[in-house]
Protein backbone atom coordinates (compact mmCIF):
# COMPACT_ATOMS: atom_id res chain seq x y z
CA UNK A 1 0.00 0.00 0.00
CA UNK A 2 0.98 3.84 -1.01
CA UNK A 3 -0.48 6.42 0.47
CA UNK A 4 -0.86 9.50 -2.51
CA UNK A 5 -2.01 12.18 -0.45
CA UNK A 6 -2.97 13.54 3.09
CA UNK A 7 -5.39 16.02 3.08
CA UNK A 8 -6.59 18.15 6.08
CA UNK A 9 -10.65 18.49 5.99
CA UNK A 10 -11.69 21.83 8.44
CA UNK A 11 -15.35 22.24 9.34
CA UNK A 12 -16.93 25.43 8.51
CA UNK A 13 -19.75 27.58 8.36
CA UNK A 14 -19.40 29.26 5.10
CA UNK A 15 -17.38 27.99 1.62
CA UNK A 16 -17.37 31.22 0.51
CA UNK A 17 -16.06 32.96 3.00
CA UNK A 18 -12.91 29.46 2.88
CA UNK A 19 -13.04 30.72 -0.44
CA UNK A 20 -11.86 33.95 -0.07
CA UNK A 21 -9.51 33.31 2.33
CA UNK A 22 -7.64 30.31 0.96
CA UNK A 23 -8.03 31.09 -2.33
CA UNK A 24 -7.59 34.98 -2.99
CA UNK A 25 -4.49 35.11 -0.28
CA UNK A 26 -2.57 31.87 -0.82
CA UNK A 27 -3.66 31.92 -4.60
CA UNK A 28 -4.70 28.53 -4.36
CA UNK A 29 -7.10 26.92 -7.41
CA UNK A 30 -10.48 24.70 -6.49
CA UNK A 31 -9.84 20.87 -7.63
CA UNK A 32 -12.92 20.09 -6.63
CA UNK A 33 -16.02 21.48 -5.95
CA UNK A 34 -19.51 19.22 -4.87
CA UNK A 35 -21.25 22.22 -3.12
CA UNK A 36 -20.62 20.93 0.60
CA UNK A 37 -16.88 20.56 0.16
CA UNK A 38 -14.23 22.01 -1.79
CA UNK A 39 -10.54 21.12 -2.28
CA UNK A 40 -8.24 23.45 -3.23
CA UNK A 41 -4.60 22.48 -4.39
CA UNK A 42 -1.95 24.50 -5.80
CA UNK A 43 -1.41 24.25 -9.52
CA UNK A 44 1.87 22.09 -10.80
CA UNK A 45 2.43 20.88 -7.01
CA UNK A 46 4.28 17.27 -6.83
CA UNK A 47 4.33 17.44 -3.19
CA UNK A 48 4.51 13.85 -1.36
CA UNK A 49 2.11 13.63 1.47
CA UNK A 50 2.98 14.32 4.75
CA UNK A 51 1.27 14.79 8.18
CA UNK A 52 2.69 16.03 11.34
CA UNK A 53 2.36 15.29 15.13
CA UNK A 54 3.63 17.93 17.80
CA UNK A 55 3.21 18.93 21.28
CA UNK A 56 3.99 22.54 20.21
CA UNK A 57 4.63 25.16 17.20
CA UNK A 58 8.60 25.02 17.35
CA UNK A 59 9.56 28.18 19.52
CA UNK A 60 7.12 28.00 22.15
CA UNK A 61 4.05 28.51 19.46
CA UNK A 62 1.03 26.89 19.50
CA UNK A 63 0.31 23.86 17.25
CA UNK A 64 -1.10 25.01 13.57
CA UNK A 65 -4.05 23.23 12.31
CA UNK A 66 -2.02 23.51 9.00
CA UNK A 67 1.37 24.49 7.37
CA UNK A 68 1.28 25.80 3.80
CA UNK A 69 4.53 26.26 2.18
CA UNK A 70 5.09 28.88 -0.13
CA UNK A 71 7.90 30.54 -2.70
CA UNK A 72 7.67 33.48 -1.17
CA UNK A 73 6.46 33.71 2.62
CA UNK A 74 7.07 37.65 2.38
CA UNK A 75 4.44 38.05 -0.52
CA UNK A 76 2.15 36.00 2.00
CA UNK A 77 3.13 37.88 4.97
CA UNK A 78 1.99 41.50 2.93
CA UNK A 79 -0.85 39.82 1.13
CA UNK A 80 -2.26 38.91 5.26
CA UNK A 81 -1.36 41.78 6.55
CA UNK A 82 -3.16 44.03 3.82
CA UNK A 83 -5.95 41.95 4.02
CA UNK A 84 -6.20 42.79 7.55
CA UNK A 85 -5.90 39.01 8.97
CA UNK A 86 -4.93 38.17 12.23
CA UNK A 87 -1.10 37.35 12.51
CA UNK A 88 -0.93 34.81 15.53
CA UNK A 89 3.41 34.85 15.09
CA UNK A 90 5.20 37.52 13.36
CA UNK A 91 7.25 36.44 10.54
CA UNK A 92 10.04 34.96 11.69
CA UNK A 93 13.58 33.39 10.59
CA UNK A 94 13.79 30.02 12.74
CA UNK A 95 16.62 28.19 13.40
CA UNK A 96 15.79 25.12 11.87
CA UNK A 97 16.18 26.95 7.91
CA UNK A 98 12.72 28.17 7.77
CA UNK A 99 10.87 31.73 7.58
CA UNK A 100 7.67 31.66 8.73
CA UNK A 101 4.36 33.35 10.32
CA UNK A 102 1.24 32.08 11.56
CA UNK A 103 -1.83 33.47 10.97
CA UNK A 104 -5.31 32.65 12.32
CA UNK A 105 -7.88 31.75 9.32
CA UNK A 106 -11.75 33.28 9.41
CA UNK A 107 -12.76 30.21 11.34
CA UNK A 108 -10.52 30.17 13.95
CA UNK A 109 -7.49 27.83 12.79
CA UNK A 110 -3.87 28.59 12.88
CA UNK A 111 -2.29 28.21 9.67
CA UNK A 112 1.76 28.18 9.47
CA UNK A 113 3.13 29.83 6.28
CA UNK A 114 6.26 29.08 5.42
CA UNK A 115 9.33 29.06 3.18
CA UNK A 116 12.57 26.81 3.32
CA UNK A 117 15.87 28.90 3.13
CA UNK A 118 17.61 28.76 0.40
CA UNK A 119 20.51 26.58 0.08
Known amino acids: MKVRRIMPNFQVSDLLEADRFYRALLGLEIVM ?33 LSIEVDDVDEAYRRAKAAGTEIVYDITDEDWGVRRFFLRDPFGN ?6 HAES
Open 110 to 115: IVNVLS
Open 33 to 65: NHGWIVTYAADGSSAMPQVSFATEGGSGTPVPA
